[in-house]
């Protein structure tokens, strides 16, 4: 299948700082790749869809200043935490998107997380 | 929107047992994703379907594509102790990239 490489798997930071994180396709190129929250026991939940060379789009709620997203190459997409506080901690994943027939059916693959901490 | 109920939340079985678990949903789905994410770690795809009816097994996880395309089950057999870890279903949403996940289904296995 298809490798989704994040970069740090963690980081512990202090509060008030910018922490950012990387996501790389590495086998395959991927136009949309997605960034997702994830607290202790719970799913994932949906930041927002980065495309390649266009905005991220966010979901409800998602500060998109807080949370810098940019998709500058098919196989890179960055989410920056910008002013960093202790309730930003959590653990963030991010998804590549692969499209295996024309017409739609895809998948998505997932990195292996970024845990971050914030002091 | 769309939602995925997932059911058990939790189970307890002894390693060798079959285990399975289900999700459902009021909305129709044309693709249907099983994911298995252990502590720490991003979710690995364990098995994907795309047709209403179809059965796939990957080893020995057996998942199919329920024909009324609102629900999808996943069948492990003979378990086994690094089977242990929360196992999701996801979907795209209606006419949507973005994927709706359920709440999972968390496997403990006993040696």
């Known amino acids: 299948g298809a490798v989704v490489s994040q970069h740090p798997s963690w980081v512990i930071c202090k509060s008030g700082t910018s922490v950012k994180i990387e996501c790389r396709s590495l086998?395959?190129?991927?136009?949309?790749m997605f960034w997702y929250r994830q607290f202790p026991k719970k799913s994932l939940m949906l930041m927002a869809t980065?495309?390649?060379?266009?905005?991220?789009?966010?979901e409800q709620g998602v500060e998109k200043d807080k949370f810098l997203i940019n998709h500058a190459s098919l196989t890179l997409s960055t989410l920056t935490v910008t002013s960093a506080h202790p309730e930003d901690s959590s653990f963030y994943i991010c998804?590549?998107?692969?499209?295996?027939?024309?017409?739609?059916?895809?998948?998505?693959?997932f990195g292996p997380g970024t845990r971050l901490t914030v002091l | 929107g769309q939602q995925l109920n997932q059911s058990p939340q939790s189970m307890f079985i002894q390693e060798g047992e079959d285990v399975s678990m289900n999700c459902t949903s009021s909305?129709?789905?044309?693709?249907w994703l099983w994911y298995k994410q252990e502590p720490g770690e991003g979710p690995v795809l364990l098995i994907a379907l795309y047709k209403a009816g179809e059965l796939t097994s990957n080893g020995r996880l057996t998942a199919q594509f329920g024909i009324t395309r609102k629900d999808s089950f996943l069948n492990i057999s003979a378990s086994i102790p690094s089977d242990v870890g929360i196992y999701f279903c996801a979907g795209p949403q209606g006419g949507s990239e973005k994927l709706v996940f359920g709440k999972g289904t968390k496997l403990t296995v006993n040696p």
């Open positions: 998804s590549a998107r692969v499209l295996l027939l024309a017409g739609g059916a895809d998948t998505q693959y």
């Open positions: 980065s495309n390649e060379g266009s905005k991220a789009t966010y």
């Open positions: 086998d395959f190129q991927a136009t949309t």
């Open positions: 909305s129709i789905f044309n693709t």
